[in-house]
């Protein structure tokens, strides 16, 4: 199982950014996906989470209404669209799944918001 993310980089404050989480090794339509981030100095925080088929999805509440989860299960890669973003996004972004009982993370990708 292999994930990988991209997309990250450096962004002004309000602007947008979409990250990809390619997955490969296992069929993807099969697990729920989650993007989780790890700002400086903190504990890793969940984002949001995508049920198998893409049909549910659940925020937290840092980003509701701004960030949109997404997948395309026939291009084995998930998303996180990322709009109206704050200093406060800054963090590396991880996509995550759990997958016969273990969990599986990619190696994140840094977003910085800049004022």
């Known amino acids: 199982v292999q994930l990988v993310e991209s997309g990250g980089g450096l962004v002004q404050l309000g602007g947008s950014l979409r990250l990809s989480c390619a997955a490969s090794?296992?069929?993807?339509?099969?697990?729920?996906m989650s993007w989780y981030r790890q700002a400086p100095g903190k504990e890793r925080e969940w984002v949001a989470t995508i049920t198998n088929a893409g049909g549910s999805a659940n925020y937290a509440d840092s980003v509701k209404g701004r960030f949109t989860i997404s997948r395309d299960n026939a291009k084995n890669t998930g998303y996180l669209q990322m709009n109206s973003l704050k200093s406060e996004d800054t963090a590396v972004y991880f996509c995550?799944?759990?997958?016969?009982?273990?969990?599986?993370w990619g190696q994140g990708t840094q977003v910085t918001v800049s004022s």
């Open positions: 995550y799944l759990r997958l016969f009982a273990r969990d599986y």
């Open positions: 090794g296992f069929t993807f339509s099969t697990s729920v």
